[in-house]
T-cell receptor
Framework: AQSVTQLDSQVPVFEEAPVELRCNYS??????LFWYVQYPNQGLQLLLK??????LVKGINGFEAEFNKSQTSFHLRKPSVHISDTAEYFC??????????FGQGTRLTINP | DTGVSQDPRHKITKRGQNVTFRCDPI?????LYWYRQTLGQGPEFLTY????????KSRLLSDRFSAERPKGSFSTLEIQRTEQGDSAMYLC??????????FGQGTRLTVV
């Protein structure tokens, strides 16, 4: 069964600094990959997705992610973060089977 | 608006009581999922429907849990004889074709 590992449970950064949230997945076959954001007491909102094609995908709120098949990674990046980016971020994968499998999440905290 | 409405948003119940949650997709999507999310964790898959057929159930879904999607539109998740360990956020999501899943705001259950 596929699995997703988010290597950092918490990432503190200063406002306007760049950030990278790391995600690795276990499957070696074709996958669909997603990043979701969750604000306190809310559901999950899609940030971006990789289905096929270009390995660099751009999402909402200035986020982007790069699919690296050889390293089975899908790291999320933003060149300059804002206070409003404080949230929990989840990486997820669909492979073959129909359900999304999520990582444990990374709590991004932006300090002024 | 993600196109998925969940009711109630919050539910406090005494241990041993039964609770029922409802998920209403605004538009038609043939796949509907239930996830459970405990504090500090990623969402965990519970079950999924394709139209009205329940195609997969997680081992997390004990015999106290039952889900239905009677007409292939809205879905209900019932927990019988609730336990304190059932306290969590219960998330519903919809998905059509090979696309991303859209999540509702969730129902936060507290068992006291």
């Amino acid at each position: 069964a596929q699995s997703v590992t988010q290597l950092d449970s918490q990432v503190p950064v200063f406002e306007e600094a760049p950030v990278e949230l790391r995600c690795n997945y276990s499957s070696s076959v074709s996958v669909y990959l997603f990043w979701y954001v969750q604000y306190p007491n809310q559901g999950l909102q899609l940030l971006l997705k990789y289905l096929s094609g270009s390995t660099l995908v751009k999402g909402i709120n200035g986020f982007e992610a790069e699919f690296n098949k050889s390293q089975t990674s899908f790291h999320l990046r933003k060149p300059s973060v804002h206070i409003s980016d404080t949230a929990e971020y989840f990486c997820a994968v669909i492979q073959g089977a129909q359900k999304l499998v999520f990582g444990q999440g990374t709590r991004l905290t932006i300090n002024p | 608006d993600t196109g998925v409405s969940q009711d109630p948003r919050h539910k406090i119940t005494k241990r041993g009581q039964n609770v029922t949650f409802r998920c209403d997709p605004i538009s038609e999507h043939n796949r509907l999922y239930w996830y459970r999310q405990t504090l500090g964790q990623g969402p965990e898959f519970l079950t999924y429907f394709q139209n009205e057929a329940q195609l997969e159930k997680s081992r997390l879904l004990s015999d106290r849990f039952s889900a239905e999607r009677p007409k292939g539109s809205f879905s209900t998740l019932e927990i019988q004889r609730t336990e304190q360990g059932d306290s969590a956020m219960y998330l519903c999501a919809i998905r059509g074709g090979n696309t991303e899943a859209f999540f509702g705001q969730g129902t936060r259950l507290t068992v006291v």
